[in-house]
């Protein structure tokens, strides 16, 4: 009898891909260790490196029979200080300077690439680098330069960010280095794209792509105070969204961001978007073995939030040990699954979307995915299939967190990668979308013959009776042959 794989992490994993994770040997440990998405973050390096990377990982994932999904992060309107060759310690009360250009910095004197710098910031300001791990206060306005003083240290190296307040920034999204990077990465068919310092829904209308899977999965990153007042309709223009708690830190009081975290994440999810808790999650495993006490928690209270997935930044990019560090978060996180209230999260969002003014569409698939989630608790069913060109249905009811494993099948290779991001979801390609009858034979069997069921288990298999996307229509259960 064949082996039945039951999943247990149901929150995927994202890791950044950088000069310390992109050769063969430690992108295959990273796949082996858990890593379900790669992120390629084009702040840094060029175009032509970034695609060389989403080639290199392609290739391995399919050597592995896996899919790993790619996400192309733009560099947005985020300001960055001038290449600092060495790594430089800045300690509290010392006094630097900050002039606009983009030549390379100095020990004190720090390029800034944003030529409004002196016009934008004013004396008094507070400005955090590097994800907020240093602060610094503006003290004057000089003429070429403004002159700081460094209110908490520590030591940056590379190309940090700069947080300007969001509401004084003139650059808007996507910028037209975003587009161009962006045409690069669509014509070499790459799975999502994250937009970067997004304000409003009209930014992402900007970014101009088919809706997935014709084109990419768009992430609205929220990380500014703007983003957090127009979030529902971000959210509804985009394809998933990134809680980016570095800059949203640097813009709302430290004390909020918890529970803009959570505020984020449940409306995300409720609209059907995956969501992404990203920043400093285990930032202290760049150069240690293991992550600090409260890293590990902080982790797991991202997936008791219910976030869909959990983002490694520099921890992969340029530290020291990247498998180490995926096969760690995938440990924390699977055993936060385990404790995973399914049940009282179901309950919750079904309160929620039934009390909401819906579509008919929507609130056919609102209906049907809570049927899907009670008949498959009621009765003890442990697997859900999902027939979906565009992975819509397999959204609608990952947004219930069900007990049940979820079978993703699909005939589009770019949803079958795109699902990689979605909570709980096992993505599995097919050959194509037949009448409902013969699509359900077909996905019973295969299921059965990769390992997923046994021959007379009842599933749930839940897909749309048309060919119209965004809506989820018909509820089966059957007995797997």
Same mark, same amino acid.
């Given at each position: 009898?064949?082996?039945?794989?039951?999943?247990?992490?149901?929150?995927?994993?994202?890791?950044?891909?950088?000069?310390?994770?992109?050769?063969?040997?430690?992108?295959?440990?990273?796949?082996?260790?858990?890593?379900?998405?790669?992120?390629?973050?084009?702040?840094?390096?060029?175009?032509?490196?970034?695609?060389?990377?989403?080639?290199? &990982?392609?290739?391995?994932?399919?050597?592995?029979n896996r899919p790993v999904g790619i996400m192309a992060d733009l560099p947005g309107p985020k300001v960055r200080l001038g290449t600092i060759a060495e790594?430089?310690?800045?300690?509290?009360?010392?006094?630097?300077?900050?002039?606009?250009?983009?030549?390379?910095?100095?020990?004190?004197?720090?390029?800034?690439?944003?030529?409004?710098?002196?016009?934008?910031?004013?004396v008094g300001d507070r400005l955090a680098v590097a994800d907020g791990a240093i602060v610094i206060e503006v003290i004057e306005v000089l003429p070429n330069?403004?002159?700081?003083?460094?209110?908490? !240290?520590?030591?940056?190296?590379?190309?940090?960010?700069?947080?300007?307040?969001?509401?004084?920034?003139?650059?808007?999204?996507?910028?037209?280095?975003?587009?161009?990077?962006?045409?690069?990465?669509?014509?070499?068919?790459?799975?999502?794209?994250?937009?970067?310092?997004?304000?409003?829904?009209?930014?992402?209308?900007?970014?101009? +792509?088919?809706?997935?899977?014709?084109?990419?999965?768009?992430?609205?990153?929220?990380?500014?105070?703007?983003?957090?007042?127009?979030?529902? !309709? &971000?959210?509804?223009?985009?394809?998933?969204?990134?809680?980016?708690?570095?800059? +949203? =830190?640097?813009?709302?009081?430290?004390?909020?961001?918890?529970?803009?975290?959570?505020?984020?994440?449940?409306?995300? &999810?409720?609209?059907?978007?995956?969501?992404?808790?990203?920043?400093?999650?285990?930032?202290?495993?760049?150069?240690?073995?293991?992550?600090?006490?409260?890293?590990?928690?902080?982790?797991?209270?991202?997936?008791?939030?219910?976030?869909?997935?959990?983002?490694?930044?520099?921890?992969?990019?340029?530290?020291?040990?990247?498998?180490?560090?995926?096969?760690?978060?995938?440990?924390?996180?699977?055993?936060?699954?385990?404790?995973?209230?399914?049940?009282?999260?179901?309950?919750?969002?079904?309160?929620?979307?039934?009390?909401?003014?819906?579509?008919?569409?929507?609130?056919?698939?609102? @209906?049907?995915?809570?049927?899907?989630?009670?008949?498959?608790?009621?009765?003890?069913?442990?697997?859900?299939?999902?027939?979906?060109?565009?992975?819509?249905?397999?959204?609608?009811?990952?947004?219930?967190?069900?007990?049940?494993?979820?079978?993703?099948?699909?005939? #589009?290779?770019?949803?079958?990668?795109?699902?990689?991001?979605?909570? !709980?979801?096992?993505?599995?390609?097919?050959?194509?979308?037949?009448?409902?009858?013969?699509?359900?034979?077909? @996905?019973?069997?295969?299921?059965?013959?990769?390992?997923?069921?046994?021959? =007379? #288990?009842? @599933?749930?298999? +839940?897909?749309?009776?048309?060919?119209?996307? =965004?809506?989820?229509?018909?509820?089966r259960m059957a007995r797997c042959p």
């Open positions: 009898m064949s082996t039945i794989t039951r999943v247990t992490r149901r929150t995927k994993i994202i890791a950044t891909i950088g000069p310390k994770s992109d050769d063969e040997t430690t992108l295959r440990a990273m796949i082996a260790a858990g890593m379900d998405v790669a992120r390629l973050n084009l702040s840094h390096g060029t175009i032509e490196k970034g695609l060389e990377r989403l080639q290199r &990982i392609r290739k391995l994932a399919r050597e592995a790594a430089t310690v800045l300690g509290a009360n010392q006094e630097i300077l900050l002039e606009p250009g983009d030549g390379p910095s100095q020990a004190d004197r720090f390029m800034v690439g944003y030529e409004s710098l002196l016009e934008d910031v004013r330069a403004l002159k700081a003083h460094v209110l908490f !240290g520590g030591t940056i190296q590379g190309r940090p960010g700069l947080h300007i307040p969001s509401d004084r920034l003139r650059i808007s999204t996507p910028t037209a280095t975003d587009l161009r990077i962006l045409d690069a990465f669509v014509e070499a068919d790459v799975d999502m794209v994250a937009v970067s310092f997004v304000r409003s829904a009209h930014d992402i209308r900007r970014v101009g +792509l088919e809706p997935a899977p014709r084109g990419p999965l768009v992430i609205a990153k929220i990380e500014t105070r703007a983003a957090v007042e127009n979030l529902d !309709g &971000i959210i509804s223009a985009s394809g998933a969204v990134m809680v980016a708690r570095g800059d +949203l =830190g640097a813009e709302c009081s430290i004390e909020d961001l918890p529970h803009l975290q959570k505020d984020i994440i449940g409306r995300c &999810i409720a609209l059907g978007r995956p969501a992404i808790t990203a920043t400093q999650m285990l930032e202290s495993m760049i150069a240690a073995p293991s992550p600090t006490r409260a890293e590990a928690s902080d982790v797991a209270n991202a997936v008791f939030d219910g976030t869909s997935a959990v983002m490694l930044s520099g921890e992969t990019a340029i530290g020291n040990d990247p498998a180490r560090v995926v096969e760690t978060m995938a440990r924390i996180a699977e055993r936060a699954d385990e404790q995973f209230d399914h049940e009282g999260w179901a309950h919750q969002m079904r309160r929620d979307r039934l009390s909401e003014p819906q579509g008919v569409d929507a609130a056919v698939t609102d @209906v049907m995915t809570m049927a899907t989630w009670r008949a498959a608790t009621e009765m003890g069913v442990k697997t859900i299939m999902c027939i979906s060109r565009s992975g819509f249905t397999v959204r609608a009811i990952s947004r219930f967190r069900p007990g049940a494993n979820i079978l993703g099948f699909s005939p #589009e290779e770019r949803t079958v990668r795109q699902l990689t991001m979605s909570w !709980g979801a096992t993505p599995i390609l097919i050959d194509k979308i037949s009448s409902n009858t013969e699509s359900v034979d077909h @996905v019973l069997k295969l299921a059965r013959e990769l390992g997923h069921v046994r021959s =007379g #288990e009842v @599933v749930a298999v +839940l897909g749309g009776s048309s060919a119209t996307v =965004g809506s989820t229509d018909t509820l």
